[in-house]
């Protein structure tokens, strides 16, 4: 019983650490910036940037989010547009960060979306706002 409670308390003793240490040890200020270059290095290699040349453009990702939305394109006007600006890879799929300027909204949105080539055609998986802090 006691061997259990001692578990426990090193257990809970190993997160509160973790929890504390771990904005100040990824900080630049750290050991001069090498363990926060060291975990970037580590999530650069988890999901792999793919060439910018292999992300949809604009135009394309346009048609997939009225796709997915089921919105007729010709109510959209020509004022409507995606930039994308980042695209991550997994697996065949890629998860982009974009900003939506669409015609009937005034300020423009950044979502991430989920999408998928097969063919010459994009397809819209998934898309979800991005809170600004």
């Known amino acids: 019983m006691k061997s259990g409670r001692i578990f426990f308390t090193g257990l809970a003793v190993g997160l509160l650490m973790g929890v504390f240490l771990s904005p100040i040890m990824t900080s630049s200020n750290f050991a001069g910036g090498a363990l926060a270059l060291a975990v970037n290095g580590m999530a650069a290699q988890m999901a792999p940037r793919p060439p910018v040349t292999t992300w949809p453009t604009g135009p394309e990702a346009l048609a997939a989010l009225f796709e997915l939305s089921d919105w007729p394109e010709s109510k959209a006007g020509d004022s409507s547009s995606i930039s994308v600006d980042d695209c991550l890879s997994n697996g065949g799929d890629f998860v982009c960060?974009?900003?939506?300027?669409?015609?009937?909204?005034?300020?423009?949105?950044?979502?991430e979306a989920t999408l998928r080539k097969s063919l010459d055609r994009w397809s819209m998986l998934g898309l979800k706002e991005i809170k600004s802090t």
């Open 97 to 111: 960060k974009m900003t939506l300027h669409l015609s009937w909204v005034e300020t423009p949105h950044i979502v």
